[in-house]
C-alpha cells in the first residue's frame, strides 16, 4: 500500500481537461514538495511537474501542477491520444526518510 | 546528451546476491544526488536507495534497509547497488535516476535509465 494515494485510474475525451489528484499526510506533502512523473508502458518515467508546480523545459504547458495542504494535482487540459499513459505523484516524507510514490493512476484518453 | 544506462540485471536464484551499475554521461556526476528505483511486473514504482553526492547521506527504503546497499564512484562517474538475500518479491525492473545538487529532500528524478530486469527464480 503507498505512502501516498491516487485514484487507479482516470479517463476522458480529446480536448478535455482532467485532474489526477493524489493524497499524503503532514510529513509527505504537507512538508515537501510534490513531483510528478509520466509513464509509457514499457519505458522509464518522465518528468513532467517538479516543486509542486514548475514544468521541466520540453513539457506542455498542458500539464500543470498544484499544492493544497496534504494533498496535491495533476491537471491536463487539451487532453491528446498521446497523454494516455500512467501518472505518479511523488514526495519526500520526513517520517520515513525518504522519497514515496504514489500508487499511480492509468489515464485513459476514450 | 545526459544520459543514465544501468546493468547488471538477470535472473539469480532466491537467496542470492547481483550488483547493479549505472554509467553516467553527458553532466557532472560528483555534483548530484543519485537514486535507484523499482518496478515489479504490472505494478507501481518503488523507491529503493538514495545517496548524497560525497555518499555521506544514505536513505534506504524500508523494504530493503540491511539488504541492499548503495554506493558510487564519482571517478567512474558510476552509482552501484548491492543486492544480497533476493526473493521472489525483488522481481523488478530495476532504475537509476538523478537526484539534485540541492538536497536529496528536493530530488528531481529529472533522468532516468532505461532500467534493468531483475528476476529472482529458481
Known amino acids: 500500500q503507498s505512502v501516498l494515494t491516487q485514484a487507479p485510474s482516470a479517463s476522458g475525451t480529446p480536448g478535455q481537461r482532467v485532474t489526477i489528484s493524489c493524497s499524503g499526510s503532514?510529513?509527505?506533502?504537507?512538508?515537501?514538495?510534490v513531483y510528478w512523473y509520466q509513464q509509457i508502458p514499457g519505458t522509464a518515467p518522465k518528468l513532467l511537474i517538479y516543486?509542486?508546480?514548475q514544468r521541466p523545459s520540453g513539457v506542455p504547458d498542458r500539464f500543470s501542477g498544484s499544492k493544497s495542504g496534504t494533498s496535491a494535482s495533476l491537471a491536463i487540459s487539451g487532453l491528446r491520444s498521446e497523454d494516455e499513459a500512467d501518472y505518479y505523484c511523488?514526495?519526500?516524507?520526513?517520517?520515513?526518510?525518504?522519497?514515496?510514490f504514489g500508487g499511480g493512476t492509468k489515464l485513459t484518453v476514450l | 546528451e545526459v544520459q543514465l544506462v544501468e546493468s547488471g540485471g538477470g535472473l539469480v536464484k532466491p537467496g542470492g546476491s547481483l550488483r547493479l551499475s549505472c554509467e553516467a554521461s553527458?553532466?557532472?556526476?560528483?555534483?548530484?544526488?543519485m537514486n535507484w528505483v523499482r518496478q515489479a511486473p504490472g505494478k507501481g514504482l518503488e523507491w529503493l536507495s538514495s545517496?548524497?553526492?560525497?555518499?555521506?547521506?544514505?536513505y534506504d527504503a524500508d523494504s530493503v534497509r540491511g539488504r541492499f546497499t548503495i554506493s558510487r564512484d564519482n571517478a567512474k562517474n558510476s552509482l552501484y547497488l548491492q543486492m544480497n538475500s533476493l526473493s521472489a518479491e525483488d522481481t523488478a525492473v530495476y532504475y537509476c535516476?538523478?537526484?539534485?545538487?540541492?538536497?536529496?529532500?528536493?530530488?528531481?528524478?529529472?533522468?532516468w535509465g532505461q532500467g534493468t530486469m531483475v528476476t529472482v527464480s529458481s
Open positions: 535516476s538523478r537526484g539534485s545538487m540541492v538536497s536529496q529532500r528536493e530530488d528531481t528524478f529529472d533522468i
Open positions: 553527458g553532466f557532472t556526476f560528483s555534483r548530484y544526488s
Open positions: 545517496i548524497s553526492t560525497t555518499s555521506v547521506h544514505i
Open positions: 503532514s510529513s509527505s506533502i504537507g512538508s515537501n514538495y
Open positions: 516543486k509542486n508546480n
Open positions: 511523488a514526495a519526500w516524507d520526513d517520517s520515513l526518510s525518504g522519497r514515496v
